[in-house]
């Protein structure tokens, strides 16, 4: 027998086509798992852990006032005090959901789209620079990504045909996913959108169908209740680190380096990689007329109206759109590109993919073990330790220093032009008068970019002391006197 029909005949076993998906999954969870081992933090996530030491209560409150919900915080917070208040436990909780989101494409997708859209699922999630990005940070979107594919495979289903299991886990999920993130709310409502046009235009059992959609919706909303005047008064609030002087370009550039390159060092040609794969993809979608064509369509739909939204309200109004906030969407565009690649004849162009794929995919774990493993974190510990005391005080500059203080609390600190409200970090306050220095009995410190310096915001005199390199940024550390 040919090697070829040996692996033929290999592939075509339902035991073995398992093995293979789990093992896919294995080396990509063991791929990741280091990322997750670290203690090294940059702002929003920072602020993630800032948050998490809070009481539930307070975590709702902060929430109210910035421009995300609270489930996510509540969730990881019990991560964290499961890991003995350590780092590493917000990390493995959004490892944690990546797992939950890789098992769905193992066992219930692939008994729904069959073993090749499986392993190209999962092969392509593990490669998606998005997923790669997110797969460990300690922020809401690998859960987002998790819970809303789940909500779109539910409704896939509810569509085909009505369970009252499935109406069930799909109701949890939707909740779930609403409060997780208020574009990923965005997205479930449009689930319920193409759920409600599908069963109005099915006739079988369709009185029974909208009844049921009707009530689920109702409680989904009711339960999304609480929190909808606080997502009123979000929209219009700054998402922050966006400019508001960017055009609709800024943000669509934005999606795309968020979705098919390295943050760290947005490459064109990562992005034109994969632009070209999608492509293709549908290309060969359209040609081979594929059954999945109307559910594809659906995504770009979604995933168009929902970017236009974001970017409308941050062009006319305040910024509240980031790329990483439709980033919940990323399995749908892989859902496309699976289903083109499922209709093509020829192997090798499916080989080829994957290694279109694998380049970008590599350069983003490249950048990410390289900075998950930098030391810069360690040098500023070890200078604070030797030289703070417990009379000294630090003034932040700017709010993307500020998140030094949840690796070292122990003093006293200020932070320049960050509201009270919005502002998670324990023991400090907002500076806005001089005279709150002058209680401060030791030192007081300042910690900024290095490309800037106390002249920037105050007056006084000061002298560098030290200066460190962190993640994306270096720092320099002075004391500063005489403030006038």
Not at 22 to 33: G, H, K, N, Q
Not at 136 to 160: D, H, N, Q
Request: hydrophobic share 50%; proline share 2%.
């Amino acid at each position: 027998m040919k090697l070829t029909e040996k692996l033929k005949s290999f592939v075509r076993d339902e035991k073995k086509q398992n093995i293979i998906l789990y093992v896919c999954v294995a080396v990509i969870m063991l791929l990741w798992l280091p990322l997750a081992l670290t203690k090294n933090l940059a702002y929003d996530q920072g602020y993630t852990l800032a948050m998490v030491r809070h009481s539930f209560g307070d975590i709702i409150k902060l929430c109210s006032n910035d421009v995300h919900s609270p489930l996510y915080y509540f969730i990881t917070k019990i991560f964290y005090h499961a890991f003995f208040n350590h780092i590493i436990g917000t990390k493995i909780c959004s490892l944690v959901f990546m797992g939950i989101y890789f098992w769905m494409l193992a066992v219930p997708f692939k008994k729904e789209f069959g073993f090749r859209m499986s392993l190209t699922m999962i092969i392509l999630s593990g490669l998606l620079p998005t997923f790669l990005t997110h797969n460990t940070e300690p922020r809401m979107y690998a859960m987002a990504i998790t819970s809303f594919s789940i909500v779109c495979f539910l409704g896939y289903k509810l569509a085909k045909e009505f369970k009252v299991s499935l109406a069930i886990w799909f109701f949890i999920a939707s909740v779930f996913s609403t409060y997780i993130h208020t574009y990923t709310m965005l997205c479930t409502v449009f689930i319920y959108l193409f759920l409600a046009i599908a069963i109005i235009m099915n006739k079988e059992d369709r009185k029974r169908k909208i009844t049921w959609f009707l009530v689920n919706a109702l409680v989904v909303s009711l339960c999304y209740l609480p929190w909808l005047f606080s997502l009123v008064s979000q929209f219009g609030k700054k998402a922050e680190g966006v400019n508001t002087e960017f055009d609709s370009m800024y943000f669509v550039k934005d999606i795309l380096y968020e979705f098919f390159s390295s943050i760290t060092y947005p490459k064109d040609w990562q992005v034109w990689l994969w632009l070209a794969i999608i492509f293709i993809s549908l290309v060969f979608l359209i040609v081979y007329k594929s059954k999945y064509r109307k559910y594809v369509s659906l995504t770009f739909i979604m995933f168009f109206a929902v970017s236009f939204i974001g970017i409308f309200l941050s062009v006319k109004n305040l910024p509240c759109f980031l790329g990483r906030y439709v980033s919940c969407i990323a399995p749908l565009i892989l859902f496309a590109i699976a289903a083109g690649l499922n209709e093509m004849k020829m192997k090798i162009l499916y080989v080829v993919f994957f290694l279109m794929a694998f380049v970008p995919g590599a350069l983003v774990y490249r950048d990410r073990v390289r900075y998950e493993y930098e030391k810069g974190i360690d040098d500023y510990l070890a200078y604070a330790e030797s030289n703070f005391t417990e009379d000294d005080a630090i003034v932040y500059a700017d709010l993307h220093n500020d998140y030094l203080t949840v690796y070292y609390n122990e003093n006293y600190s200020y932070i320049f032009g960050f509201k009270d409200e919005f502002n998670p970090f324990d023991n400090d306050e907002t500076l806005t008068q001089k005279e709150q220095l002058d209680k401060v009995k030791g030192n007081v410190y300042l910690i900024c970019f290095d490309n800037k310096n106390p002249d920037w915001f105050l007056k006084c005199e000061y002298e560098k002391k030290y200066g460190f390199h962190f993640l994306y940024y270096d720092f320099s550390i002075y004391r500063i006197y005489n403030v006038q």
